[in-house]
């Protein structure tokens, strides 16, 4: 069985600072991993997504997160806050091809200034 | 990159009553569409899946008879909530798939039941 979890609920920032936001997998398979972020009341908006290429994944806005089989990891960091950040994010998981997605229960993430 | 409408985005509507959410796939065939539920500060609840053609396969604990589900093109899935109450009030999120592991999401329907 697939699941995700996130271990922060909440994480809090300051606007320039680095940005870490933690999630832990488990998968019986090879997963492939997203992280989605939500604005309030809207879509959801792919960051990034690993597919068994490269461990280290760079996606929109300046984010990117490392795939850890070891660690069974797949944290997404910010070198720098941007208020504009401030949403729900979520870590994702599917197992296999055509299967649905699924969501880690979200992290709020607060930028201040 | 692709894209998902859904429509409305948001919909009122009184006790009894059934309510229909369509989600479309504007620039590329989807042979699946996923359905998700979304409580207030909540993560997404997967409803259901369904296949173009084929019947909706439900996720446990959510009833087939009240989320009837329906992909009846490559390009339209409809989700109707029948005798709608309260308690189903929601943000409803359907998503479409082209390749493999790609899903793309609608903006979702935001239903209030009063």
């Known amino acids: 069985a697939q699941s995700v979890t996130q271990l922060d609920s909440h994480v809090s920032v300051s606007e320039g600072t680095p940005v870490l936001l933690r999630c832990n997998y488990s998968s019986s398979y090879s997963p492939s991993l997203f992280w989605y972020v939500q604005h309030p009341n809207k879509g959801l908006q792919l960051l990034l997504k690993?597919?068994?290429?490269?461990?280290l994944v760079k996606g929109i806005n300046g984010f990117e997160a490392e795939f850890k089989k070891s660690e069974t990891s797949f944290h997404l960091t910010k070198p720098s806050a941007h208020m504009s950040d401030a949403a729900e994010y979520f870590c994702?998981?599917?197992?296999?091809?055509?299967?649905?997605?699924?969501f880690g229960k979200g992290t709020t993430l607060s930028v201040s200034s | 990159g692709a894209v998902v409408s859904q429509h409305p985005s948001r919909v009122i509507c009184k006790s009894g009553t059934s309510v229909k959410i369509e989600c479309r796939s504007l620039d590329f065939q989807a042979t699946t569409m996923f359905w998700y539920r979304q409580f207030p500060k909540q993560s997404l609840m997967l409803m259901a899946t369904?296949?173009?053609?084929?019947?909706?396969?439900?996720e446990q604990g959510v009833e087939k008879d009240k989320f009837l589900i329906n992909h009846a093109s490559l390009t339209l899935s409809t989700l109707t909530v029948t005798s709608a109450h309260p308690e189903d009030s929601s943000f409803y999120i359907c998503?479409?798939?082209?390749?493999?592991?790609?899903?793309?999401f609608g903006p979702g329907t935001r239903l209030t039941v009063t």
């Open positions: 994702v998981v599917s197992a296999q091809a055509g299967t649905a997605l699924i």
């Open positions: 690993y597919t068994s290429a490269a461990t």
């Open positions: 998503s479409a798939r082209a390749q493999m592991y790609e899903q793309y």
């Open positions: 369904s296949n173009e053609g084929s019947k909706a396969t439900y």
